[in-house]
């Protein structure tokens, strides 16, 4: 994340779909992401902060599905 080393396991996410019907077709509407993290002692909350802020309009995936799609995330952070 932006150049600060996180281990394995001190970074995970959840994704909740959100599907609505539209002319009696279902649809995935919004995504809904939350990601726990863990930082590490000393980590620069800045850098990290920045990283959140961008990652979507620079997540492959969220490009090809924005016109579609909203997409909205939280995130958490947890003591070491």
């Known amino acids: 994340m932006r ?5 394995d396991g ?13 002319d ?6 919004r995504i809904d992401v939350h990601y726990t993290i863990r ?5 620069d909350r ?3 902060d920045r990283a959140l802020a961008t990652h979507v309009d620079k997540c492959p995936t969220a490009q090809s599905i924005k016109d ?6 939280t995130a958490e952070f947890v003591e070491s």
């Open 10 to 22: 001190d970074l995970s996410c959840t994704a909740e779909g959100t599907n609505e019907v539209v």
């Open 3 to 7: 150049g600060i080393s996180v281990p």
């Open 39 to 43: 930082l590490p002692e000393g980590a």
């Open 46 to 48: 800045e850098k990290v």
């Open 24 to 29: 009696r077709i279902i649809l995935l509407t």
């Open 68 to 73: 579609s799609v909203e997409i909205g995330w």
